[in-house]
């Protein structure tokens, strides 16, 4: 079996991938004999913002901490979030939520995503090594990974989760600035749930996805602070216009004061090689889109797990036959994602402003080229238009009803709605 040939792992980074990564080694790993590094250079900051989750991480950490979920959540600073509350989004100029389904039932969480690093130590068991990393490559039958100052190391499996790429290669990385935003100026500002005295706060909660001027804000409640972040595009508009719009905004939702935490250039991308048998690129290193859908942690998620299943399952014979289908698959997903997020911007927001203009009429139209399944490899877009095909169809058949692009049809469904698409 795989496992045999997994018998030294190292994981590179420790932000919320990185640490994700090393839990779940510790978790899943069939056999207690083997040694997982987890290496990361302290001195490179981690992003520490991305605080929505999907309802899949309630489970997975109940699974990776042995804790309870009301302990879990407590030690995240946590709230429960059912859904995204739209407001000002679309062409029908009315507020609506995008519910987990089933609504009302099903639920994910709020976070602290500093405390998350820190719970998810707790369940790894790991050499750590403080280092820089300065390349990781592929050699015969595994990785080998140079360190600054230190000697190089050979692993049979590498998890890259250094964040982001300092830049985008066309012949390494999908751009998909379909998606028309590109920054974020984070702001920090006092609670507004109610913690309980003994146990998790059990108030629904959701994630306010606020259309604004110059793009759109979230606020994100957790029990220790609220975040806000307007997200918007530097390109198109001055930082200093933002942080204006950001002042009468939390004016008029009567917060007085608020804490400037950072602004945050990112970019929207694919790698075009997430896995090659070898080493496993996840997080950030992986793929970014903007936060309104909160796609991030999921998609790390996905990455792991899918990963770890194939090695551990799977013969080690197979592994170079495996590699191009499991990295097609893992394309696949966040690019369905990255469309599902895109979309959101086809039908407008209240605002008729340069922001609004360019997002629907010149980023989203964007899509099928840079989508195109000659290009990408992979069939995201033909499924992503199935899903538009069974939204205009009168009667959505019951056999069609669990069908998913990316997030299941009940997501599009009800952004078709809210938006007037
Ligand atoms: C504005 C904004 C809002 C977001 N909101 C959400 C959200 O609501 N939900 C969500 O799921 N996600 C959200 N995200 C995404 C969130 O950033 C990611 O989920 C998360 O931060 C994953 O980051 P990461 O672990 O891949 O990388 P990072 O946090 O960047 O960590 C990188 C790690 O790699 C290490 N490292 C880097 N280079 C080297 C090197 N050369 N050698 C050794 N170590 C190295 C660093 O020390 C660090 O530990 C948001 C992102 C942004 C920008």
Redesign the pocket.
Known sequence: MGKNSLRKIAV????????LAAASVTRLHPDSDYELHH???????????????WPSLVQELRQLTDLPHETVQQRLNGTRKYGVAFEGWGRRNRDFTHYFTPQQVSYAYHLS?DVLTDLLHESTRARHID????DIARVEDGAQVEFEGRAPERYDLVFD????PRDLQPDRHIDISFIPTNT?V?RRCPAIVEEERAGPVLQHTY?RAVARPHGWI?V?PLTVHTSY?Y?FNRDVTDVEEVELDFDSFLETDGVSEFEQRAV?P?PNFVHRRIYNGAVAR????AA?M??LE?????S?QLQIGMVLHIRFNRSAETVERDAPTVNRFLIGTVLRYGLFVGWHYSCGSKYDSEFWRYARDRAWPQHREAADPEVVGCDALRKFDEMMGLLNRPVIDKADWDRMCGVPLTSYAQMSQGLGY
């Open positions: 590179v980074g420790r932000g919320t991938a990185g640490s290496i990361y250079d302290s001195r490179i900051p981690i992003i520490g913002v991305g605080e929505g989750s995503a280092a820089k990393v300065l989760a250094r964040g982001f974020a984070i994630t979230f994100i972040g997200i945050i990112f996840i997080g950030n290193a970014f903007e936060p909160a796609t991030a942690i999921v790390a």
